[in-house]
């Protein structure tokens, strides 16, 4: 297995983001602000130093942590642990996630820790702290 190197997005990175994230069909809202804030994480890998793989954050306006918002890698790169290394990195950073997400990737969630609940919507929500 290759060593996944998670760091904030450069500016320079916004349209290789968006890529990634458009291709999971995830729609991101003031990608650019968050960017600039340094709220989106890439994971890479290998000699090249690709882009394997996308973490947005939102800090909630509440003080009482951060959401995840979107999480995205590119397909063929899945299942190599570069969705942990993002998350652990986020988490380390900011010391409690809470994301809300489809019943169809809850297995990654749960892989990861988060405590979940179903939503009405049938969505479900879920959070994780830092030990």
Excluded: K, N, Q
């Amino acid at each position: 297995m290759r060593e996944t190197d998670v760091r904030p997005a450069d500016p320079a990175e916004a349209l290789t983001a968006r890529r990634i994230l458009d291709a999971a069909v995830l729609e991101v809202d003031g990608l650019t602000a968050r960017l600039e804030a340094g709220d989106i994480l890439v994971a890479s890998e290998g000699e090249r130093d690709r882009i394997r793989g996308v973490l947005v954050l939102e800090p909630l306006p509440d003080g009482t942590g951060t959401r995840l918002e979107a999480i995205a890698v590119r397909r063929r790169h899945r299942a190599r642990g570069i969705g942990t290394a993002l998350v652990d990195v986020a988490l380390a950073r900011e010391g409690r996630l809470t994301a809300e997400f489809d019943a169809s990737v809850r297995p990654f969630y749960d892989a990861l820790g988060f405590e979940c609940e179903r939503l009405e919507s049938g969505r479900y929500r879920g959070w994780l702290e830092r030990d």
